[in-house]
């Protein structure tokens, strides 16, 4: 079975910062690229940032640019996302997701590229 498994979620004050991870079974992430997305109660879906299945290109939202990095250990099978500088408005569930396109170019925010989900980590940004 097809599994990814976030973690790494939880409470932080503003202007701190959390490591997600994105770890998944069944499955080896080498040829696919991965995706962060996450959603605010009463919001859509957004996207947060993307990696290529080697590493080579990623993507970011313009609001995180310089605050969050995303990265990927292909042997350990799992993808990372620091997020530093956390803001109140970013609290929502974290979600990362899987496309068997090694790499997406203009389309990597839009959740319907994306094939497989995790169930998401809640990440709370308050002081």
């Known amino acids: 079975q097809l599994q990814l498994v976030e973690s790494g979620g939880g409470l932080v004050q503003p202007g701190g910062s959390l490591r997600l991870s994105c770890a998944a079974s069944?499955?080896?992430?080498?040829?696919?690229?991965i995706a962060w997305f996450r959603q605010a109660p009463g919001k859509e879906r957004e996207g947060v940032s993307c990696?290529?299945?080697?590493?080579?290109?990623?993507n970011y939202a313009d609001s995180v640019k310089g605050r969050f990095t995303i990265s990927r250990d292909n042997a350990k099978n799992t993808v990372y996302l620091q997020m530093n500088s956390l803001k109140p408005e970013e609290t929502a569930v974290y979600y990362c997701?899987?496309?068997?396109?090694?790499?997406?170019?203009?389309?990597?925010?839009?959740?319907?590229?994306?094939?497989?989900w995790g169930q998401g980590t809640q990440v709370t940004v308050s002081s």
């Open positions: 997701a899987a496309t068997g396109w090694g790499r997406l170019g203009s389309s990597w925010y839009r959740p319907a590229e994306y094939n497989y």
């Open positions: 990696i290529s299945n080697n590493g080579g290109s990623t």
């Open positions: 069944g499955f080896t992430l080498d040829y696919y690229a």
